[in-house]
């Protein structure tokens, strides 16, 4: 990887850690940039001419060139590594499992840990309030699925640890923050003890 | 390719229509089995235990293997054609617009025109009702940030026909069905009409 990488990020993010934990898994050198997200500073109109239209974090940065979304940057910086499965329907099983990642479990588990932790309960509007119990829900059913997959595997797909698993370990292992009692998800609680074993693997910040 | 191909699908869903037309657009062959998902036929024992345990479609089958969720359904297939760029940066934008569609663009957009057209607007909960002008802001900024990116651009990613494309075009072409005016976005609109061009190309059911 020619191009130097530049990490625009908030620290208290899980999407951003996913960023960080391939490349420390990888052995790349990965600069940072941050942002408070909480002030806004990713709504700018330098950040958003410059950085992400969309104003959002993370991006990867790489040369000059910038690549929003968390999951598709973990997918540059592993792709034709250990970290990406070799066998094509793996491949895709280990997308599926990133797909379902943004879709059914980061807008649950990691709003509600984004809700109750940093913006605190006391400060929600009445339509986050409205949402508090869907969201529990959906988190808990997406829990669920990961139990019933992971109870018959130590990994989400191909057979070892791949981005699925550094996809779906980041807002997992603090879903306590967002009330989320993960003793009820055993399989998931034993995962989530195997992660940290990876050689090179970096704790959240 | 020599497993055969199943989709598991609601016709009306989007992210059903997506495999549909990247098989179409490769000249694969495609068997369907349909479900209705108003009726709950995605929730049942049967489907759970056999199909897919997150109880939705659409599900690829191949051979007897099962590949849930949409945009890894098209890697699947396409992985390796030319709708998938030779790039590996331009992949990895490819998929950036894949994971935006999943969490920025579907869940607002795709889920307005559901509720509107299928579920009706005198039937939504008082929660569902509650989340419909947050989804519109939600969607309308998701479309502009599309705007913006296909100003300068005949396509997503790689400067062809790409999965990004397919994945977008699904709930784009429908989003009048929700209540969004697309003339608001003419690039958006520009590139719609660009997508019926490709050889090979199906609509919607």
């Known amino acids: 990887m020619a191009d130097d990488l530049i990490l625009h990020e908030d620290p208290r993010s899980g999407n951003c850690y996913k960023i960080k934990l391939t490349a420390a898994l990888l052995g790349l050198p990965l600069e940072t940039r941050q942002y408070d997200i909480l002030k806004g500073e990713t709504r700018t109109p330098e ?48 997308l599926r499992w990133m797909f379902f990642e943004q879709y059914s479990h980061e807008p ?53 640890a791949s981005l699925a698993d550094i996809a779906l370990f980041a807002y997992t292992h603090v879903a306590d923050e967002g009330g989320f009692e993960l003793a009820a998800y055993p399989a998931v609680e034993r995962w989530l003890a195997r992660l940290p074993t990876l050689p090179g693997f970096i704790p959240m910040a």
């Open 47 to 94: 950040f958003t001419s410059t950085i992400n239209a969309h104003g959002r974090i993370p991006v990867l940065q790489v040369g000059e060139r910038m690549l929003p979304e968390s999951n598709a940057a973990c997918w540059y910086l592993a792709e034709g590594s250990t970290l990406v499965p070799g066998d094509s329907f793996e491949r895709a099983q280990m």
């Open 108 to 160: 649950n588990i990691a709003t509600l840990r984004f809700w109750c932790r940093f913006v605190g309960q006391a400060n929600l509007s009445e339509q986050q309030r409205s949402q508090m119990l869907p969201k529990r829900m959906a988190g808990q059913e997406a829990l669920e699925t990961m139990n019933r997959h992971l109870d018959t595997r130590d990994w989400f797909a191909g057979g070892a």
